[in-house]
């Protein structure tokens, strides 16, 4: 039996049991520390819940961890019971399995489930070799220490929780900086990508000093006919062309928004000092152009290369003209 002041002694050892250790193992190693020397027992074994319905040996005391049961399997949290359960020998268990699976001569034990706010946490079992059995008092004792162990734990898990959050969330902010920085190198090579299909698509070719020439193949709506303008306008400005052929020979189709653009181009490129020549110019292309009853004064049609070169050699004074002639 236990006289007051041990009981108060045990009292005072089990409130100073620190509630912010780090880690796991510190806790479960302060928990049995407190168990064997305070209870005098000379085996103390620590499970905690790691499944639903799992116990999974984590510290021992007085045995070798690998010689006890590593895990218990319970059907219901419930199983193990809400407070300290007492055994001595010759008694059936009053928990599931005996974790030494006798081999040690146990003559008396305690179980010790671990709860907080109604979750199982895990559950001790601390054993006599030698001694008496545990009294009522220390059943009551043992109560308190779990209720104290428990909170140790949850505050415990609950940091480690979040910690683990912090490296997850580091983590996927890590991840989704590489996927935004992969995203940004795939939509550079995009945006280069369609910076040359711009540039081939509307290829201006310097064919002698103040001449260029400008070959058009396919269809040209008004999305493309808008990159034209900008390229033309922006080329024949940097390099001072006198004249600019487009031939349209290649032309598949052009609608109404598209023709008006190219004219409107031709009357820009004047402003700037540039002579436009439309060459190849199709029936349907004609059709077109008539239809819209645009004003074409100031812009020279050719039907074909050949006199659209040699045309503009000779509005740009070049003697180049007479090998077209």
Request: charged share 15%.
């Amino acid at each position: 039996m236990l006289n007051r002041e041990i009981e108060l002694a045990i009292l005072y050892e089990i409130s100073s049991l620190p509630l912010t250790l780090t880690t796991i193992e510190a806790t479960l190693d302060v928990a049995l520390d407190k168990v064997t020397r305070l209870f005098a027992c000379e085996v103390a074994i620590c499970y905690l819940l790691e499944a639903p319905l799992q116990l999974v040996a984590k510290a021992a005391r007085g045995v070798r961890l690998k010689r006890v049961l590593a895990t218990i399997e319970l059907t219901e949290p419930a199983q193990l019971g809400t407070y300290s359960q007492a055994w001595q020998a010759g008694e059936a268990l009053p928990w599931p399995i005996d974790p030494l699976q006798g081999q040690y001569p146990m003559q008396a034990a305690m179980g010790l489930p671990i709860w907080n706010e109604g979750e199982l946490l895990g559950w001790i079992y601390a054993g006599r070799l030698k001694g008496q059995t545990f009294s009522t008092v220390e059943v009551s004792l043992f109560n308190i220490f779990a209720n104290r162990i428990g909170s140790a734990l949850a505050i415990t898990l609950g940091r480690l929780r979040d910690q683990q959050q912090q490296r997850d969330l580091a983590q996927a902010n890590a991840q989704l900086e590489q996927t935004l920085s992969r995203l940004t190198d795939v939509y550079q090579q995009q945006e280069q990508l369609l910076q040359t299909i711009r540039e081939l698509s509307a290829p201006l070719l310097q064919i002698a000093d103040a001449v260029m020439l400008l070959p058009l193949i396919g269809t040209v709506d008004q999305e493309r006919a808008s990159q034209i303008t900008a390229n033309v306008l922006q080329t024949i400005s940097q390099q001072h062309a006198t004249v600019c052929i487009i031939d349209i020979t290649g032309i598949a189709a052009l609608d109404y928004t598209a023709a008006n653009s190219l004219l409107q181009l031709a009357q820009s490129a004047r402003l700037l000092g540039t002579q436009i020549i439309l060459c190849g110019i199709s029936p349907d292309v004609a059709q077109i152009l008539v239809s819209l009853s645009m004003d074409l004064a100031g812009t020279r049609t050719t039907n074909d290369l050949q006199h659209a070169l040699r045309l503009a050699f000779h509005l740009a004074g070049s003697r180049d003209y007479k090998l077209f002639a």
